[in-house]
Protein backbone atom coordinates (compact mmCIF):
# COMPACT_ATOMS: atom_id res chain seq x y z
CA UNK A 1 0.00 0.00 0.00
CA UNK A 2 1.59 3.10 -1.02
CA UNK A 3 1.63 6.09 1.56
CA UNK A 4 -0.17 9.28 1.07
CA UNK A 5 2.78 11.28 3.03
CA UNK A 6 4.82 13.36 1.12
CA UNK A 7 8.64 11.71 0.86
CA UNK A 8 11.28 14.62 2.30
CA UNK A 9 14.54 14.33 0.06
CA UNK A 10 17.54 14.78 1.56
CA UNK A 11 20.11 17.57 -0.22
CA UNK A 12 23.13 18.45 0.79
CA UNK A 13 22.25 21.74 2.68
CA UNK A 14 19.27 19.31 4.69
CA UNK A 15 22.19 17.05 6.50
CA UNK A 16 21.74 17.31 10.20
CA UNK A 17 24.34 19.14 11.70
CA UNK A 18 25.66 17.21 15.35
CA UNK A 19 27.33 20.00 17.20
CA UNK A 20 29.42 18.20 19.89
CA UNK A 21 30.76 20.51 22.88
CA UNK A 22 32.92 17.91 25.57
CA UNK A 23 32.72 18.44 29.16
CA UNK A 24 36.24 16.58 29.02
CA UNK A 25 38.96 16.03 26.90
CA UNK A 26 38.87 13.16 24.79
CA UNK A 27 34.90 13.13 25.33
CA UNK A 28 34.04 14.50 22.51
CA UNK A 29 35.18 11.87 20.69
CA UNK A 30 33.33 8.93 22.12
CA UNK A 31 30.30 10.83 21.54
CA UNK A 32 30.56 11.48 18.13
CA UNK A 33 31.57 7.61 17.97
CA UNK A 34 28.29 7.26 19.51
CA UNK A 35 26.22 9.72 17.73
CA UNK A 36 27.23 8.17 14.29
CA UNK A 37 26.54 4.82 15.49
CA UNK A 38 23.25 5.64 16.23
CA UNK A 39 22.49 7.50 13.09
CA UNK A 40 24.08 4.86 10.83
CA UNK A 41 21.31 2.72 12.78
CA UNK A 42 18.42 4.85 11.56
CA UNK A 43 19.93 5.53 8.24
CA UNK A 44 19.87 9.19 9.25
CA UNK A 45 23.38 11.22 7.46
CA UNK A 46 24.70 13.42 10.14
CA UNK A 47 27.82 15.83 9.67
CA UNK A 48 29.72 16.06 13.22
CA UNK A 49 31.15 18.58 14.38
CA UNK A 50 33.08 18.59 17.71
CA UNK A 51 33.34 22.27 19.07
CA UNK A 52 36.94 23.16 19.83
CA UNK A 53 36.46 25.20 23.58
CA UNK A 54 38.25 27.22 25.92
CA UNK A 55 36.67 26.50 29.01
CA UNK A 56 34.77 23.13 29.60
CA UNK A 57 30.90 23.23 30.33
CA UNK A 58 29.80 21.99 33.21
CA UNK A 59 27.91 19.08 31.22
CA UNK A 60 28.75 17.83 27.49
CA UNK A 61 26.51 19.39 25.29
CA UNK A 62 24.83 17.60 21.64
CA UNK A 63 22.75 19.77 19.50
CA UNK A 64 21.53 18.26 16.59
CA UNK A 65 20.61 21.20 14.15
CA UNK A 66 18.07 20.84 11.21
CA UNK A 67 16.07 22.12 8.88
CA UNK A 68 12.44 23.04 9.87
CA UNK A 69 11.39 20.61 6.71
CA UNK A 70 13.39 17.63 8.34
CA UNK A 71 12.10 18.29 11.35
CA UNK A 72 8.21 18.43 10.35
CA UNK A 73 8.43 15.16 8.15
CA UNK A 74 10.86 12.90 9.38
CA UNK A 75 10.54 10.59 12.86
CA UNK A 76 13.92 8.90 12.37
CA UNK A 77 15.39 12.79 13.60
CA UNK A 78 13.04 12.45 17.12
CA UNK A 79 14.58 8.57 17.28
CA UNK A 80 17.83 9.68 16.67
CA UNK A 81 17.52 12.08 19.89
CA UNK A 82 16.33 10.11 22.45
CA UNK A 83 18.47 7.43 21.07
CA UNK A 84 21.46 10.09 22.14
CA UNK A 85 20.04 10.87 25.73
CA UNK A 86 19.74 7.30 26.32
CA UNK A 87 23.22 6.10 25.07
CA UNK A 88 24.69 9.79 26.33
CA UNK A 89 22.87 10.16 29.81
CA UNK A 90 25.43 12.53 31.16
CA UNK A 91 25.31 14.86 28.22
CA UNK A 92 22.83 17.79 27.37
CA UNK A 93 20.94 16.69 23.79
CA UNK A 94 19.17 19.48 22.23
CA UNK A 95 17.55 19.99 18.67
CA UNK A 96 18.12 23.12 17.39
CA UNK A 97 15.27 23.56 14.06
CA UNK A 98 16.32 26.07 11.84
CA UNK A 99 13.58 28.11 9.97
CA UNK A 100 13.86 28.65 6.35
CA UNK A 101 13.19 31.94 4.61
CA UNK A 102 9.61 30.34 3.46
CA UNK A 103 8.71 29.48 7.05
CA UNK A 104 9.39 32.72 8.55
CA UNK A 105 7.92 34.22 6.08
CA UNK A 106 4.87 32.60 7.18
CA UNK A 107 5.37 32.29 10.39
CA UNK A 108 5.60 36.29 11.02
CA UNK A 109 2.89 38.21 12.10
CA UNK A 110 0.20 40.41 9.84
CA UNK A 111 -1.18 43.56 11.42
CA UNK A 112 -4.25 42.01 10.48
CA UNK A 113 -3.64 39.43 13.15
CA UNK A 114 -4.19 42.20 16.31
CA UNK A 115 -7.48 43.94 16.36
CA UNK A 116 -7.12 47.42 17.10
CA UNK A 117 -7.40 48.23 20.58
CA UNK A 118 -11.01 49.95 21.27
CA UNK A 119 -10.93 52.59 24.24
CA UNK A 120 -13.45 53.73 26.18
Known amino acids: ?????????MTPTSLIRCEINAAATGEGTALAGIARTCARDLAQ??????????DAPPESLITLCLPAELAASQHPVWCLACRLACFCPDARVSVLVLGTDAFKAASAPLADDFPARQTA
Open 45 to 54: PINIKIIPHL
Open 1 to 9: MASSATRFT
